[in-house]
């Protein structure tokens, strides 16, 4: 068997110059490895927390500067007749020495780089290792003089250069351009043959209680001595061993497995997620009995097909798990942090645990980051999160020249391959934004008739899928309408891409189309409280204090935050009133979204909210912002992405009460549908009787009794469905007689020290929040915005609060009542 040894320890990180010292002139500072030059400066004390106030630019410097990683290789004394020296990835730009001699040169974050080191290994001293790499802006400068200039949206040489295109910035997030050995680095020494590449095509037929089959393609390395020895592979699927003779200088083939009646694997929320040990060992066959080397992963058996059929309303959109049509309830997905060596398996854990806890059952990882590592994709097949995956392209003309090209494709070929066992990973897709932008963001004038992407989107990529994982779709860039027939983001055809909402009108809009599948849409709000006092040290903090100015990235994000308010709400008094309005404007914008498209399935089969996290602290459009704190958004998700969800809307003969049921029984009840005085007086009741079958949604015609009277500020609507409940306003806020806020609290604490906070309403009380966060900075809530009607209680818990008390979760409750009558707060029994 292979011999591997990773190589962790010893590192020492250089800036180049005289070769002497580092930044600060000292012998050296100790890196970290994987990591990155910024996490090094940081743990150095050489470089302020770029996360901090406006010290990301300070830090602008070190993306531009040339660094050298430098360690020794230990003696090897091995008798294998091969060594390797394997990098699982370099950021980005980077010569690799060894003994004083360079054995290559990388300029690709997105793949792994293996060199032969057999002739100079030493089995009696050290071996010195640099690696020196060249700043990415340098590189990027380069090949963009020699391909030509190509337009994209941000003002940074992203696209010449194949790294993680938001290090350069986005509207969400900093410039922290990185370098670093960012994946692990190691020796490995083996003999006769090792398993170069191992793709598991798995496939179902006849459905459940049908047969499964593991096509496993596997290609060799071997040694010269090993070119003409007969081999094994013996193939292991859960219980089941078959094995495969291997040719003396047979290279490639294919090694199968049948299973009869596998237990399937689903989505969350679908059914159970069972995932079965695939193991391949490669033996000698012609030596004595051996093993040589052995690849080992968790694999699902499912089936998805993506649905793209023509009919009454245009192109359909619709993803089916075995042989069930999905509605996806789906969030973006982009790096957790801009660092993202700092990311380990717990922290993929746990923000994917929080999107399966809000109902989320299908997550797209965004095409402006990475591949992410196999702890994000190992959680989505345990979790039942499906993946749709970008290539990575986003906003921007590509070149299809070299030396891109050929980069392009071995980094794809190589990521479909590393991901093909995932039964989480659903749908390649080839871009993102990139063919909508040749569109309309005038990009063909100036490109002159140059290469900007299309021949990977519609070509290279999906001729590589074709040819390397066929088990699964391809789509060619979200939006995308499925042709240049349609204009790309045509919401009729394929998928679409709502923005114009955010940028230029209101929320409300949304109700203006039934797109077939929504891949993006979102709205701003500022991250929790905490998190901005930790971030920032503006006082006073306000809406543009210096530091919350340069934590919006956004093209006049504040201005985009305060005209949507203005829609709705009069001009905030304070800043704690602007900072609870803009989370309640983002609650409200994502649920007028998300309720009016599911009330329309089967027709529109997918929600993708624009965002689900943030990789640093920042006002955006994330439900979970940059230190992990959920958003108000993030709890309204939970109700949106349930199973069961009752909404009002129109339709051509007048309101509904539509009621979705996404589950895999029936809901079968009576809906009890009210219209209620300001005061809380029922004014109109009427008791309707319905039935939803499973995975479709009913409708139940308002009656014009229970509608309040067009245009009333004192009158709304109620519809409650068993557990679930729905609130019709007919005004927006700022005409609506909100009463005065009045409650009583009481707070209670358990055992294990979690305190339930009881709020009784007296008077109607518009989207109530406990910001638990003004408790403490540990402190969460397990709720977030909720409106009760007179008399009606809510209780909320709350964890790591050190001291509880009802005068201080008094001071933390906010509620739009209060807010639109300039700060009035509610008071009551405490």
């Known amino acids: 068997m292979k011999d591997v040894t990773p190589l962790v320890d010893g590192w020492k990180l250089r800036l180049p110059g005289d070769g002497k010292g580092t930044a600060t002139g000292k012998a050296g500072a100790g890196a970290t490895v994987p990591g990155c030059v910024h996490t090094d400066l940081i743990a150095a004390g050489l470089l302020a927390d770029p996360f901090l106030d406006r010290n990301e630019t300070a830090a602008a410097w070190v993306g531009r ?52 080191v057999t002739a100079d290994r030493s089995a009696t001293g050290a071996t010195p290792l640099t690696v020196a790499f060249t700043s990415a802006y340098t590189e990027a400068e380069r090949v963009r003089a020699l391909v030509g200039d190509r337009p994209n949206s941000y003002p940074e040489p992203f696209q010449y250069i194949r790294k993680m295109a938001c290090s350069f910035g986005w509207d969400w997030g900093p410039t922290l351009v990185t370098a670093g050995i960012w994946k692990p680095v190691r020796l490995e020494h083996w003999s006769t043959a090792r398993l170069a590449q191992v793709t598991p095509l798995v496939t179902v037929t006849g459905g459940a209680g049908g047969t499964g089959r593991v096509e496993a393609r596997v290609e060799l390395e071997r040694t010269a001595a090993g070119a003409d020895r007969p081999l094994t592979v013996r193939l292991r699927v859960g219980e089941t061993v078959t094995e495969t003779a291997v040719p003396a200088g047979t290279d490639r083939f294919t090694a199968v497995a049948e299973i009869e009646a596998p237990d399937l694997w689903w989505p969350h929320g679908y059914g159970e997620q069972p995932l079965y040990d695939c193991e391949v060992t490669l033996s000698d066959a012609g030596g004595p009995a051996a093993d040589l080397d052995r690849w080992q992963r968790r694999i699902g058996f499912r089936t998805v097909t993506l649905d793209t059929s023509p009919d009454e309303h245009g192109t359909a959109f619709t993803l089916a798990v075995n042989g069930t049509p999905v509605f996806a309830r789906g969030v973006n997905w982009i790096p957790d942090d801009v660092l993202p060596t700092r990311i380990d398996a717990a922290r993929y854990r746990r923000r994917l645990r929080q999107a399966v806890d809000a109902g989320v059952d299908l997550i797209r990882v965004w095409g402006g980051g990475i591949y992410e590592s196999d702890d994000f994709y190992d959680a989505c097949d345990e979790l039942g ?17 070299q030396p891109l090209r050929s980069e392009i494709e071995a980094e794809a070929r190589e990521n479909v391959v590393r991901l093909a066992p995932h039964p989480s990973l659903a749908l390649w897709n080839g871009n993102n934004e990139n063919l909508w932008g040749f569109r309309d963001w005038d990009w063909a004038d100036g490109l002159a008739g140059d290469s900007w992407g299309e021949g990977y989107y519609l070509g290279l990529l999906p001729r590589i899928v074709a040819e390397t994982d066929p088990t699964r779709p391809y789509w060619a860039g979200s939006p995308w309408s499925g042709s240049w027939d349609h204009h790309p983001n045509d919401p009729r055809h394929g998928t679409a891409h709502s923005w114009e909402v955010w940028n230029r009108t209101d929320y409300t809009d949304y109700l203006d189309t039934v797109p077939r599948f929504v891949a993006e849409f979102g709205w701003q709000a500022p991250p929790a409280y905490a998190t901005a006092r930790r971030a920032l040290s503006d006082d006073p903090l306000t809406p543009d204090s210096p530091g919350m100015l340069h934590h919006q990235k956004a093209e006049d994000g504040n201005g985009k935050l305060a005209r949507g308010l203005a829609r709705h709400f009069s001009v905030p008094a304070d800043f704690d009133t602007w900072h609870y309005l803009t989370q309640v404007n983002q609650a409200r914008a994502v649920a007028t979204g998300i309720e009016h498209w599911r009330s329309h399935w089967p027709v529109c089969a997918g929600t993708v909210v624009w965002q689900l996290n943030d990789c640093w602290p920042v006002t955006s459009w994330a439900a979970i912002d940059g230190d992990e704190r959920e958003k108000p958004l993030y709890h309204e998700l939970k109700r949106l992405y349930a199973d069961r969800l009752v909404t009002v809307q129109a339709r051509p003969g007048g309101r509904v009460a539509a009621l979705v049921n996404q589950g895999a029984r029936a809901w079968t009840d009576t809906a009890v549908l009210r219209r209620v005085a300001v005061d809380g007086a029922v004014l109109a009741e009427v008791r309707q009787p319905f039935s939803a079958a499973p995975r479709t949604v009913a409708e139940i015609a308002l009656p014009p009794e229970v509608l309040p009277a067009a245009g009333s500020g004192k009158e709304l609507l109620t519809v409650q469905a068993g557990d679930r409940r729905a609130f019709w306003f007919p005004v927006r806020d700022k005409d609506f007689d909100y009463p005065a806020p009045s409650w009583d609290i009481d707070v209670a604490v358990r055992p294990g020290g979690a305190a339930e906070v009881t709020v009784t309403a007296r008077t109607l009380l518009r989207d109530l929040l406990l910001q638990a966060d003004r408790l403490g900075p540990a402190a969460t809530a397990d709720r977030g915005l909720t409106t009760l009607l007179p008399g009606e209680s809510v209780t909320i818990t709350v964890r790591g609060w050190d001291r509880p008390a009802p005068d201080a979760a008094a001071a933390a409750l906010h509620c739009v009542n209060a807010a639109v009558r300039n700060g009035e707060a509610g008071g009551g029994r405490q």
């Open 65 to 116: 500067a040339d660094w050298t990683y430098e360690t020794e290789l230990p003696a090897s004394a091995t008798a294998h007749e091969r060594s390797d020296l394997v990098f699982d990835g370099l950021d980005t730009v980077a010569a690799i020495t060894l003994g004083g001699r360079l054995l290559g040169a990388t300029r690709n974050m997105h793949r792994g780089y293996r060199f032969d």
């Open 385 to 401: 999160l499906l993946v749709w995956q970008d290539f990575l392209f986003a906003c921007a003309a590509y070149p299809e020249e």
